[in-house]
């Protein structure tokens, strides 16, 4: 079972960027996919959920409106649309895996079964 992160760049502020997260089917499958970021001596911050049954959704308050999460349950693949992007933006941004019957709990990191390597974003001023 991996989680395979990818897209993360260097980009101005205003820009956009699309990052990516292929899972293996039997993660993909019944499993809410996340995504978190992690800036240099922070801790890691939940980003945006998705769930696999009816694609709904959940973000962060500082992304909401800039960010679009979505999934592609056919390629077994999340996308994260980031969108304005400004400086705090700047982190290693991760995808993470959670069952569905943990919906409740998304927005926690160490709730998450399985994550992938992170992709770095930054956003220059």
């Known amino acids: 079972v991996q989680l395979q992160a990818s897209g993360g760049g260097l980009v101005q502020t205003g820009g956009s960027l699309r990052l990516s997260c292929a899972a293996s089917?039997?993660?993909?499958?019944?499993?809410?996919m996340g995504w978190f970021r992690q800036a240099p001596g922070k801790e890691r911050r939940f980003v945006a959920a998705i769930d696999y049954r009816d694609s709904a959704t959940v973000y962060a308050d500082s992304v909401k409106g800039r960010f679009t999460i979505s999934r592609d349950n056919g390629r077994n693949t999340v996308l994260l649309q980031m969108d304005s992007l400004r400086p705090e933006d700047t982190a290693a941004y991760y995808c993470?895996?959670?069952?569905?019957?943990?919906?409740?709990?998304?927005?926690?990191?160490?709730?998450?079964?399985?994550w992938g390597q992170g992709t770095l974003v930054t956003v220059s001023s």
């Open positions: 993470a895996a959670i069952s569905t019957t943990k919906w409740r709990w998304v927005r926690y990191a160490d709730k998450y079964d399985r």
């Open positions: 089917p039997r993660t993909f499958s019944s499993y809410v």
